[in-house]
Nanobody, 129 residues
Framework: QVQLVESGGGLVQAGGSLKLSCTAS????????MGWFRQAPGKEREFVAA????????YYADSLKDRFAISRDSSKTTMFLEMNNLEPDDSALYYC??????????????????????WGQGTQVTVSS
Protein backbone atom coordinates (compact mmCIF):
# COMPACT_ATOMS: atom_id res chain seq x y z
CA GLN A 1 0.00 0.00 0.00
CA VAL A 2 1.42 3.36 -0.98
CA GLN A 3 2.07 5.94 1.73
CA LEU A 4 0.76 9.41 0.94
CA VAL A 5 1.84 12.67 2.51
CA GLU A 6 0.09 15.98 1.88
CA SER A 7 1.59 19.42 2.32
CA GLY A 8 0.94 23.03 1.38
CA GLY A 9 -2.10 23.84 3.45
CA GLY A 10 -2.38 26.97 5.52
CA LEU A 11 -4.30 30.14 6.26
CA VAL A 12 -5.14 32.41 3.36
CA GLN A 13 -7.45 35.34 2.81
CA ALA A 14 -10.45 35.04 0.55
CA GLY A 15 -9.40 35.54 -3.04
CA GLY A 16 -5.96 34.11 -2.43
CA SER A 17 -4.32 30.95 -3.73
CA LEU A 18 -2.69 27.84 -2.35
CA LYS A 19 -0.96 24.88 -3.97
CA LEU A 20 -1.21 21.53 -2.24
CA SER A 21 1.18 18.66 -2.84
CA CYS A 22 0.83 14.95 -2.26
CA THR A 23 3.90 12.75 -2.36
CA ALA A 24 3.60 9.00 -2.78
CA SER A 25 6.23 7.31 -0.62
CA UNK A 26 8.98 9.32 -2.25
CA UNK A 27 8.97 7.11 -5.32
CA UNK A 28 7.09 6.91 -8.59
CA UNK A 29 3.46 5.98 -8.20
CA UNK A 30 2.55 3.16 -10.58
CA UNK A 31 -1.13 2.85 -9.85
CA UNK A 32 -4.21 3.93 -11.78
CA UNK A 33 -5.26 7.24 -10.29
CA MET A 34 -4.94 9.70 -7.47
CA GLY A 35 -7.43 12.17 -6.18
CA TRP A 36 -8.16 14.99 -3.78
CA PHE A 37 -11.05 15.04 -1.34
CA ARG A 38 -11.93 17.50 1.40
CA GLN A 39 -13.92 17.42 4.58
CA ALA A 40 -15.15 20.38 6.59
CA PRO A 41 -16.29 20.01 10.21
CA GLY A 42 -19.75 18.48 10.40
CA LYS A 43 -19.82 17.68 6.68
CA GLU A 44 -19.24 14.56 4.62
CA ARG A 45 -16.02 13.97 2.72
CA GLU A 46 -16.36 15.63 -0.68
CA PHE A 47 -14.71 14.86 -4.01
CA VAL A 48 -12.52 17.67 -5.34
CA ALA A 49 -10.54 16.32 -8.30
CA ALA A 50 -8.82 13.22 -9.64
CA UNK A 51 -6.14 12.43 -12.20
CA UNK A 52 -5.45 9.25 -14.11
CA UNK A 53 -1.77 8.60 -13.67
CA UNK A 54 -0.81 7.19 -17.07
CA UNK A 55 -2.40 9.82 -19.27
CA UNK A 56 -3.15 12.72 -16.89
CA UNK A 57 -6.85 12.74 -17.73
CA UNK A 58 -8.49 14.85 -15.05
CA TYR A 59 -11.88 14.96 -13.36
CA TYR A 60 -13.29 17.76 -11.24
CA ALA A 61 -16.21 18.52 -9.01
CA ASP A 62 -18.38 20.72 -11.18
CA SER A 63 -18.48 23.51 -8.62
CA LEU A 64 -14.67 23.69 -8.40
CA LYS A 65 -13.37 23.15 -11.93
CA ASP A 66 -13.08 26.84 -12.72
CA ARG A 67 -10.88 27.59 -9.70
CA PHE A 68 -8.96 24.38 -8.98
CA ALA A 69 -6.41 22.52 -11.09
CA ILE A 70 -5.01 19.05 -10.48
CA SER A 71 -1.73 17.89 -11.98
CA ARG A 72 1.21 15.59 -11.40
CA ASP A 73 4.91 16.01 -11.98
CA SER A 74 6.78 14.25 -14.76
CA SER A 75 8.63 12.01 -12.31
CA LYS A 76 5.23 10.66 -11.19
CA THR A 77 6.03 11.03 -7.50
CA THR A 78 3.91 14.06 -6.67
CA MET A 79 0.38 15.25 -7.30
CA PHE A 80 -0.66 18.86 -6.98
CA LEU A 81 -3.82 20.81 -6.41
CA GLU A 82 -3.64 24.46 -7.33
CA MET A 83 -6.47 26.41 -5.76
CA ASN A 84 -7.27 29.94 -6.88
CA ASN A 85 -9.75 32.60 -5.81
CA LEU A 86 -10.32 30.75 -2.57
CA GLU A 87 -13.53 31.25 -0.63
CA PRO A 88 -14.30 30.70 3.06
CA ASP A 89 -16.40 27.67 2.05
CA ASP A 90 -13.22 26.05 0.72
CA SER A 91 -11.96 25.73 4.31
CA ALA A 92 -11.53 22.04 5.06
CA LEU A 93 -9.07 19.24 5.67
CA TYR A 94 -7.80 18.23 2.25
CA TYR A 95 -6.87 14.59 1.68
CA CYS A 96 -5.08 12.91 -1.16
CA UNK A 97 -5.94 9.34 -2.07
CA UNK A 98 -4.68 6.67 -4.42
CA UNK A 99 -6.19 3.78 -6.32
CA UNK A 100 -4.03 1.00 -7.73
CA UNK A 101 -6.28 -0.76 -10.24
CA UNK A 102 -8.20 0.34 -13.29
CA UNK A 103 -11.95 0.76 -13.06
CA UNK A 104 -14.72 1.06 -15.59
CA UNK A 105 -16.44 4.41 -15.90
CA UNK A 106 -13.68 6.42 -14.16
CA UNK A 107 -15.58 9.67 -14.62
CA UNK A 108 -18.11 8.32 -12.14
CA UNK A 109 -16.16 5.98 -9.87
CA UNK A 110 -13.11 8.19 -9.33
CA UNK A 111 -15.45 10.64 -7.63
CA UNK A 112 -16.31 8.03 -4.98
CA UNK A 113 -14.11 7.97 -1.88
CA UNK A 114 -14.60 4.23 -1.36
CA UNK A 115 -12.78 3.52 -4.65
CA UNK A 116 -9.46 4.68 -3.17
CA UNK A 117 -7.35 2.28 -1.15
CA UNK A 118 -4.73 4.63 0.35
CA TRP A 119 -5.20 7.94 2.09
CA GLY A 120 -2.96 10.62 3.48
CA GLN A 121 -3.43 12.30 6.84
CA GLY A 122 -4.72 15.52 5.34
CA THR A 123 -3.57 19.12 5.21
CA GLN A 124 -5.69 21.93 6.64
CA VAL A 125 -6.81 24.79 4.44
CA THR A 126 -8.42 27.77 6.15
CA VAL A 127 -9.76 30.70 4.17
CA SER A 128 -10.56 33.85 6.10
CA SER A 129 -13.17 36.33 4.93
Amino acid sequence: QVQLVESGGGLVQAGGSLKLSCTASGRAFSGYAMGWFRQAPGKEREFVAAIRWSDSITYYADSLKDRFAISRDSSKTTMFLEMNNLEPDDSALYYCAARQNRIASPSYYLRQAYQYYSWGQGTQVTVSS
